[in-house]
């Protein structure tokens, strides 16, 4: 799902689609996507706000595959549901590329 980013003193994987990203953006986008820890025992039942997302796609053109689909998204959604949801979220990030 990521891309292995390797230096000589540290390892990191970076997500599909963000590599192109400007700094900046890719945090924003990072922190976005990121699931907040779980509010109960239970994480699993815990909802997962999609509001930073929105925040994130509203910089995005209109038309933007990624911001039509979010924008459609309640709120929130379960986390599995959200984790579903993810792997085609990042398929949709911009990228500079194309």
Not at 28 to 53: M, Q
Request: hydrophobic letters at 35%; aromatic letters at 4%.
């Amino acid at each position: 799902m990521g891309r292995d980013v390797s230096s000589t003193s540290e390892r990191r994987v970076v997500p599909m689609g963000t590599a192109r990203l400007e700094s900046e953006d890719r945090k924003s986008a990072a922190s976005a996507f990121r699931a907040p820890p779980p509010r109960s025992p239970r994480h699993g039942d815990a909802p997962v706000s999609l509001r930073p997302l929105k925040e994130f796609v509203q910089r995005l053109s209109p038309e933007h595959p990624l911001r039509v689909v979010l924008m459609d998204e309640p709120d929130e959604i379960d986390r599995a549901e959200y984790c579903v949801k993810l792997t085609v979220w990042l398929r949709l990030l911009p990228n500079q590329d194309h």
